[in-house]
């Protein structure tokens, strides 16, 4: 009698002692994460250590730069002044040329490689798969530096921000991006718009389009960030004396070789050289600050479309 | 044999037939839709234009020195190519020392970011999925991608002057190390610099889409993992790696094809003119020297030759990769 009354008490212990579904954690795995840990934390801090140390100088008095570790050592606005001040005319007006470059392109290349896409999402196109693969080719094979150079040069574009411009809004990977995103609006939507009479220029702009808003977000994000901080056209395009036609991260690269040579005649510029190049560099970053925090919801919501995937 | 037959004939026919089905329903889909068809002018207009006619531009590598001498003194392309000769000398021309130098160069710099930065990506996606904490981890994400936003004048100049013996911090510690003494690490170790850079750029915003397969694992295989006894290491290779071999194939395939190219604008920057080192000889700094440089080395039809030799390489190694990738992990580009 005893005996049937005691089994399923232990049971009923042994399962609250020792849930299956609750393995402790060994030693090994417990330092393989601490290690992981520490890891990310050392990467962190070799990204943030060498910015904060750099951008430091431009808010530095320049007889105290070797002092500086992660902030300023003594505080002097005299750079940040510097590049605000008449000086610094070809600093604005490649800052302005770079803005121009960027609403352009980012305008232009996306509208176009979007209205591309609208007809190739759909399963009736004509030639559509010929046509898609008009548009991948360009990305498989390309002729080289020469002949896009010779080409600007006969367009009589060189030194130009029209140069940048126009290679720059071709962007099949964009195209691909809105063509599957597209694809997946639902078809419904489309056919209520077609009976209610809408021509197909309507439904683009009336229907697609606010729907794609998030697609175009991040095309966007990404082609600002591509023209902005990008200056490989301007390497091929752009004579390192033509200083009216640079972009800002061009300017900024040239300056920084040409740098030394302009503090000849000049004891502020050449004890603040490293400050002011600082100060620069640090204005030329604010327009991406401003848009980082699209970044970190794109992060988020990345990370989170995978697992809703799943 | 005569199976084989019989199977053929009427495979033969029915593909004939699906031809004619498709030229059918294209004609069908054209009749209907042509209106739509407008909506892709702009875009191919831009695509003809500056992708495809410059890939007339082949033909250059095809011509002999005249085309470089009449393009220097200004004519115009149809001119130049009217005025020299069709020959195929340059092909013959264009593989010497400095050549050879430059693609070594290339090779050795991305050899060393495969084995390097590539699995770093992977390494920081897994350390970061198995964090505990989301928003430590996020956190620590959004940290290590802000350097991929910064332009590269940026990062090398944040970095020299990190390594700056007068007032960077590292500098300074390192010329205490050697008590004042002024290292050249720029000469010693011009490659190993050059990967760390664009790992310390590019690794952490690289991470993000393994990031994103890891989460869309599903959790379940890592709980039986773990009920079977298998620890992290194991799970990482067993369980992690493997499924997320699909985005690894891509990126491999993606890395392949521009194996011969390193990035002009981190390589411009990290160039000192006045001290040439022959180990920042990269092939595409030869064909941009070639080609636009202010050297008197300038040369049209060679810088053609070599950019079409590169654009081959590049279609070779993108598609030798994929077919590779579809081999070994059954996942590829298409």
Known sequence: MNKTIDQPN??????????????????????????????????????????????????????????????????DLAPIKYVFSANSKDFWRSFLNSVIITLIVTFVSNLVEAMAAYPLSKKNC??????????????????????????????????TIWSIILISISNVTNLLFFKTF???????????????????????????????????????????????????????FINSEATEAMPLAYYLYISLTNGQAATMYDDFLRNYLPNIQAASMLISII???????????????GATLGSVKG | MEQNEELLVPKNTEKKKRRRKYWETQRLNLKRNKSILWFIVPAALFT?????????????????????????????????????????ETFKSIFNDSFWLSLKNSVLINLIKLVFVFPLSILIAIQLSEMKNQKLSKLILIIICIPNFLSWTVVIKAWTSFFDPDIGFLGKLLSKATNG?????????????????????????????????????????????????????QKAFYLTIPAIGGTIALMLVMMFSGF????????????????????????????????????????????????????????????????????TLKRGLW
Request: glycine share 8%.
């Open chain 1, 126 to 159: 004509p030639f559509r798969s010929g046509i898609l693969m008009f548009f991948i080719i360009t990305m498989l094979f390309s002729a080289g530096v020469v002949p896009i150079y010779l080409l600007m040069r006969s367009f009589n574009l060189l030194n």
């Open chain 2, 260 to 327: 011969t190219g390193v990035g002009l604008e981190q390589l411009k920057l990290m160039l000192d003119p006045t001290n040439y080192i022959e180990s920042q000889q990269t092939l595409d700094y030869y064909i941009y020297e070639l080609s636009i440089g202010q050297g008197a080395g300038v040369s049209y039809v060679q810088a053609a030759a070599l950019g079409v030799f590169n654009g081959l390489v590049g279609l070779l190694l993108l598609l030798g990769g994929n077919a590779l990738t579809t081999k």
């Open chain 1, 287 to 301: 327009p991406i600050l401003i848009i980082y925090p699209y970044v970190i919801k794109y992060i988020k919501s």
């Open chain 1, 10 to 75: 232990i049971t009923k212990r042994r399962l609250f002692k020792k849930n299956p579904n609750k393995i402790k954690e060994t030693l090994s795995d417990r330092i393989i994460h601490a290690v992981s840990v520490s890891l990310l934390i050392f990467f962190v801090i070799l990204i943030v250590f060498p910015l904060l140390n750099y951008f430091s100088l431009a808010f530095n008095n320049y007889a105290f730069n070797d002092k500086i570790i992660l902030w300023p050592a003594k505080l």
């Open chain 2, 181 to 233: 003494e002024i290292i050249s690490y720029y000469e010693a170790s011009f490659k190993p610099l050059f990967v760390f850079y664009s790992a310390w750029k590019g690794a952490g915003w690289g991470s993000i889409l393994y990031y994103a397969a890891i989460m869309s694992i599903d959790k379940s295989y890592y709980e039986s993992a773990t009920i079977e006894g298998a620890n992290k290491i």
């Open chain 2, 48 to 88: 003809i234009v500056f992708s495809y006619i410059p890939m007339f531009g082949v033909l250059f590598a095809f011509k002999d020195p005249a085309f470089d001498s009449a393009m220097r003194r200004g004519a115009d392309i149809i001119g130049a190519l009217k005025y020299s000769n069709w020959t195929l």
């Open chain 1, 182 to 236: 597209f694809e997946n609006v639902p078809s419904e939507i489309q056919e209520a718009a077609i009976i209610d009479g809408a021509s197909p220029l309507q439904m683009f702009f009336r229907i697609i389009v606010p729907m794609a808003l998030p697609v175009f977000g991040s095309c966007c994000f990404f082609t600002i960030v591509g023209m902005w901080n990008g200056y490989g056209a301007a390497l091929i």
